[in-house]
């Protein structure tokens, strides 16, 4: 099912070693890597966008009735302190930088990765751009910096979007994509009220 540009794959509802599997199985991965081609192994996306063993998010991925698009189509993920520190963002795998500039439709600078195993992500709301367009980036390389840019921010977090294996556009929730979603956390202060809005958990559904 798709709306504006957001599909809810059939693998967010498998768990954790449900999606694994699913992913693996879509795209013909072993345990070394995803096979791209005759002989061909890429390793897949995996990890932290902050290099963190575990973030929380402010707001989840779902149904924002509020939103002129009715959803809230990535993750927020807190990046301040109580210094009100900013934190270095990373690639979370190899590939190459589609985009490194300013969003004016709201989303501040930003950067979005094209990777080499088909996924795209992207890192929104930045202070400082650490990659530019068209560099090639291997996992763990610092491509910017969080900040509160772009008319859609309102405060210093991380905003970040997972895109469906082979497209551009069409998102998916990181916390239902296992090799990410296991460093993310849902505030649990937040939970009652998104699960108000319609909210449910990838990790948990049937």
Do not use: C
Not at 107 to 114: A, P, S
Not at 143 to 171: C, I, K, M
């Amino acid at each position: 099912e798709t709306a504006a540009g957001i599909r809810t794959p059939a693998l967010l509802g498998l768990g954790y070693g449900g999606v694994a599997g699913a992913v693996a199985a879509s795209a013909g991965s072993t345990a070394a890597g995803t096979k791209t081609g005759p002989g061909v192994a890429v390793d897949g996306i995996s990890g932290n966008p902050l290099g963190e063993s575990s973030s929380v998010m402010s707001s989840p991925f779902g149904p924002r009735p509020w939103f002129k698009a009715g959803l809230h189509r990535g993750v927020d993920l807190v990046t301040s302190n109580a210094t009100g520190a900013r934190k270095t963002v990373y690639a979370l795998g190899s590939g190459v930088v589609e985009f490194a500039g300013f969003d004016r439709g709201g989303g501040g600078l930003y950067v979005k990765i094209r990777y080499d195993d088909g996924h795209h992500s992207s890192y929104l709301h930045l202070s400082s751009l650490g990659s530019s367009t068209g560099q090639r980036v291997s996992r763990g390389a610092a491509v910017g910096v969080t900040g509160n840019t772009g008319s859609a921010s309102r405060g210093p977090h991380l905003h970040f979007d997972l895109f469906e294996r082979g497209s551009s556009s069409q998102r998916i929730d990181p916390l239902g994509f296992e090799p990410i979603g296991r460093t993310l956390r849902p505030d649990p202060r937040s939970v009652p009220r998104w699960k108000g809005h319609g909210w449910q958990d990838p990790r948990k559904a049937n």
